[in-house]
């Protein structure tokens, strides 16, 4: 709808299976005549809702549970490197980097923090593509980590009506397969926290983005649904905009871009204690919450369990 503003469109998601109550509510739905956008959820038992937000207060809730090592994924990344030392000053966590960027190819902001963390001994670099499901298995093997923070991603541009299956694939591999193969790697019995770096363009996409939109939000999914096999793990999806003062969108003069497409950035400062409360904040196992970071740090949540 974005590239083609004469298009309407309703998603309909049958959140607990194709069951016959459902399918008969769907067609329903789906033979209403109805213009614009619209997103309908269907139970089981034929129930239809539709998706809600509440405001999180982030000064709330907040706990000191102890965490021991946290892994990073894209952990070399301009962003998922300042995610690690945070978490290390913050939380005193032990980060493991998870990346597979030649240390050739990284920024010199990059190489000086990722120094500093060597120096004090609280860093481990392994080297893996995320897509690769026998990499990823041969470097963690059964590793235990207390938390995940999945920041690695792919960003590229795309009109929708010009993608291929192909092109589609390489974009979703490094957040969505990305994710299974790293939880298939570790021990899960000992993970706490999972949180993982989405986009807001997946809530309001714009054009030529939608590519990218798509990768996003199946990586929302994946998370929500992973918390089904997590039983004492907090699961959040962080659909944020686009960071200033780290990570590729900063680096590639992208962050301007955006202001201009109306998507105001989050501070890199303000992003990080965001995430700094999302592995302090108090939570019931096997929760498991989506939520929007916007520029101006109204972060909504909603919850899928």
């Not at 902001?109 to 990499?135: F, K, N, Q």
């Not at 990080?272 to 019931?284: G, I, K």
Request: aromatic letters at 4%.
């Amino acid at each position: 709808m974005a590239e083609e503003p004469g298009l309407s469109a309703t998603v309909i998601e049958l959140s607990g299976g194709a069951t016959p109550q459902a399918v008969e509510a769907a067609v329903a739905v789906a033979g209403q005549q109805k213009s614009g956008w619209h997103e309908v959820v269907i139970d089981r038992a034929g129930g239809t809702w539709r998706s809600g937000w509440t405001e999180v207060d982030l000064k709330s809730g907040m706990s000191s549970r102890p965490l021991g090592t946290v892994l990073v994924t894209g952990g070399l990344g301009g962003l998922g490197i300042r995610v690690a030392g945070m978490l290390r000053a913050r939380l005193g966590v032990r980060a493991v980097l998870l990346d597979d960027i030649a240390r050739a190819e990284l920024a010199a902001d990059s190489i000086a923090m990722l120094t500093r963390l060597a120096a004090a001994g609280d860093v481990e670099v392994l080297d893996a593509d995320l897509a690769d499901r026998a990499a990823v298995r041969s470097v963690l093997g059964g590793r235990i980590v207390n938390g995940i923070v999945h920041c690695a991603g792919e960003f590229r541009g795309g009109f929708v009506a010009d993608a291929t299956v192909s092109r589609l694939a390489a974009m979703q591999e490094p957040k969505v397969a990305g994710m299974h193969h790293v939880l298939a790697a570790v021990d899960r019995r000992a993970v706490r926290n999972l949180v993982t770096f989405g986009s807001i363009a997946a809530r309001v996409p714009h054009r030529g983005m939608g590519s990218y939109a798509l990768a996003n939000e199946l990586l929302r999914r994946a998370t929500v649904a992973a918390a089904a096999d997590l039983p004492e793990c907090s699961c959040l999806a962080f659909e944020w905009s686009l960071f200033s003062g780290a990570g590729v969108a900063h680096r590639t003069g992208a962050v301007r871009q955006a202001k201009a497409m109306g998507m105001p950035p989050v501070p890199l400062r303000s992003g990080l204690d965001v995430l700094l409360w999302s592995f302090a904040r108090s939570h019931t196992p096997a929760d498991s919450l989506a939520v929007v970071g916007t520029g101006d740090l109204s972060f909504p949540a909603r919850s899928r369990r």
